[in-house]
Nanobody, 122 residues
Framework: QVQLVESGGGLVQAGGSLRLSCAAS???????MGWFRQAPGKEREFVAT??????YYADSVTGRFTISRDNSKKMVYLQMNSLKPEDTAVYYC??????????????????WGQGTQVTVSS
């Protein structure tokens, strides 16, 4: 089992930066750890994921966001630069410990954090 706790959200002006952190606990290794986000009235959408140390990004964040993992600390990070108002959402950390499939799909990930709010003002 895996427990996930996000931190680092907040309010930032457009063009600014934030760094989200996700702390994982439990004895099971998660081969995929990713970030998703959900804005009010919208479905949860893929942001970025690290799968066996390879990173994948949504087109909307490529070049602005960077995902990284520290397996020794059981941490995953999301560095967000050049933030835009449309990045405003609740950001969720997610982990997959088995199976396979589409890394962009929330259904792959069996474990989720509680979410952290990111608000970007114009």
């Amino acid at each position: 089992q895996v427990q996930l706790v996000e931190s680092g959200g907040g309010l930032v002006q457009a063009g600014g930066s934030l760094r989200l952190s996700c702390a994982a606990s439990g004895r099971t290794f998660a081969y995929a750890m990713g970030w998703f986000r959900q804005a009010p009235g919208k479905e949860r959408e893929f942001v970025a994921t690290s799968v066996w140390s390879r990173a994948y990004y949504a087109d909307s964040v490529t070049g602005r966001f960077t995902i990284s993992r520290d397996n020794s600390k059981k941490m995953v990070y999301l560095q967000m630069n050049s933030l835009k108002p449309e990045d405003t959402a609740v950001y969720y950390c997610a982990a997959a410990i088995g199976g396979g499939g589409n890394y962009h799909s929330p259904s792959l990930y069996g474990y989720w954090g509680q979410g952290t709010q990111v608000t970007v003002s114009s």
